[in-house]
């Protein structure tokens, strides 16, 4: 927040205002999770190599049975829905807590390139990791000397 000045008058100068409402979360349009600390939508890592894609997902205190990893057609989508309770009871007070965790990504794939019937999934150490492999006939190809006749 920034110091507002006072003119001679007494009355608080706008711009100051304006500047303070303006460079808030409020008009970042370019954040898609709406929060300044990003804590509704887990991180992504995309590598690509010689031999496929390696897709890194940060999702700490899941499990594997929480996700849902879908392929249809060249389109992937990882989601979560996660809805944990707890209730206490104790000395005749009822203590009753709930979370709700969701999340969708959408990552579009190159279709002619990936073997879709050989991706791999797994979950371990806090991250969710998928293998998508590469058809052989798109993985790149040593250089070849060709003899001129």
Same mark, same amino acid.
């Not at 940060?58 to 899941?62: E, I, N, R, T």
């Not at 944990?84 to 203590?95: A, F, I, P, V």
């Given at each position: 927040m920034s110091l507002i000045k006072r003119n001679g008058n007494g009355l608080s100068?706008?711009?100051a205002l304006f500047d303070?409402?303006?460079g808030s979360e409020l008009f970042n349009w370019s954040n898609n999770n709406f929060t300044s600390h990003n804590s509704t939508m887990p991180s992504v890592n995309i590598r690509?190599?010689?031999d496929g894609f390696e897709v890194e997902m940060?999702?700490?205190?899941?499990k594997k049975d929480d996700f849902k990893v879908e392929l249809d057609g060249n389109t992937l989508t990882i989601s979560s829905n996660k809805h944990?309770?707890?209730?206490?009871?104790?000395? =005749?007070?009822? $203590?009753r807590e709930f979370s709700y965790q969701s999340f969708q990504r959408h990552f579009l794939l190159p279709k002619d390139v990936?073997?879709?019937d050989k991706i791999?999934?797994?979950y371990e150490d =806090?991250?969710? $990791?998928?293998?998508?492999?590469k058809k052989e006939e798109a993985k790149k190809k040593a250089p070849r000397l060709i003899e001129i006749s």
């Open positions: 100068t706008f711009p303070d409402l303006l690509e190599d010689e940060a999702a700490p205190g899941m944990q309770n707890h209730e206490e009871n104790k000395q =005749g007070y009822t $203590r990936m073997d879709d791999v999934a797994r =806090g991250v969710l $990791r998928l293998s998508i492999p």
